[in-house]
């Protein structure tokens, strides 16, 4: 069974701060990790996932996500926040091998501050 | 970009009546999905199909109904809306190619009163 947890439902930054987002998964095998995001309105959009390889992944609008087997986790991470980032974060897992049907986290809101 | 719609984007209905909800994909996937949305809550999935005339239930008891007659095709019916019904429906697609990346419609808002 396959299952995410997103610490913080809302997390706040200001323009130009770090953003961490934090995302723990349970897999009883070497799962495929996503994450998307939502904003207002929309339906999810891609933002990066890691199959396999190198564990530090790239994705869209400069956001990276880096996958540690020890810690079960795939924290996702920007430089620098800018205010078309705030949008609702989903974190999934997903077993290779079987049906693929990904598990979703419950999101994290991301509010970005002037 | 995804090329996967949904009709209508938002719906407010009274009790009782029958709405089906649209989800239409022009890539060819096989794979199929509807999930729900509540804020706070993680998305449920309600149905799913992997092809035409294949459909399954969900992790989330839904009183919906699907159908797959066309691969393109995959529509969401409620035969009698109840208010517990307001919520926001998420359909998806995804390829066999790719590894469990799902592609998303915009969303359907339905209100029940």
């Known amino acids: 069974a396959q299952s995410v947890t997103q610490l913080g439902s809302h997390v706040s930054v200001s323009e130009g701060a770090l953003v961490l987002l934090r995302c723990n998964y349970s897999?009883?095998?070497?799962?495929?990790l996503f994450w998307y995001v939502q904003y207002p309105n929309q339906g999810l959009q891609l933002l990066l996932k890691?199959?396999?390889?190198?564990?530090l992944v790239k994705g869209i609008n400069g956001f990276e996500a880096e996958f540690k087997k020890s810690e079960t986790s795939f924290h996702l991470t920007k430089p620098s926040a800018h205010m078309s980032d705030a949008a609702e974060y989903f974190c999934?897992?997903?077993?290779?091998?079987?049906?693929?049907?990904?598990?979703f986290g419950r999101g994290t809101s991301l509010i970005v501050h002037p | 970009e995804a090329d996967i719609y949904q009709t209508p984007r938002y719906l407010v209905i009274g009790t009782g009546k029958k709405i089906t909800l649209e989800c239409s994909q022009t890539?060819?996937?096989?794979?199929m999905y509807w999930y729900q949305q509540d804020p706070g809550m993680e998305l449920h999935l309600i149905h799913y199909?992997?092809?035409?005339?294949?459909?399954e239930k969900g992790d989330l008891s839904s009183e919906s109904t699907v159908s797959r007659i066309r691969t393109e095709h995959f529509p969401l019916t409620l035969e009698s809306a109840r208010p517990s019904h307001t919520s926001q429906y998420l359909c998806?697609?995804?390829?066999?190619?790719?590894?469990?990346?799902?592609?998303f419609g915009e969303g359907s808002r339905l209100t029940v009163l």
């Open positions: 998806a697609s995804t390829s066999p190619l790719v590894t469990g990346e799902l592609f």
């Open positions: 897999s009883s095998v070497p799962p495929y």
């Open positions: 890691y199959t396999t390889g190198a564990t």
């Open positions: 999934a897992v997903s077993e290779p091998g079987g049906s693929y049907i990904p598990t």
């Open positions: 890539m060819g996937h096989d794979k």
């Open positions: 199909s992997y092809g035409v005339n294949s459909t």
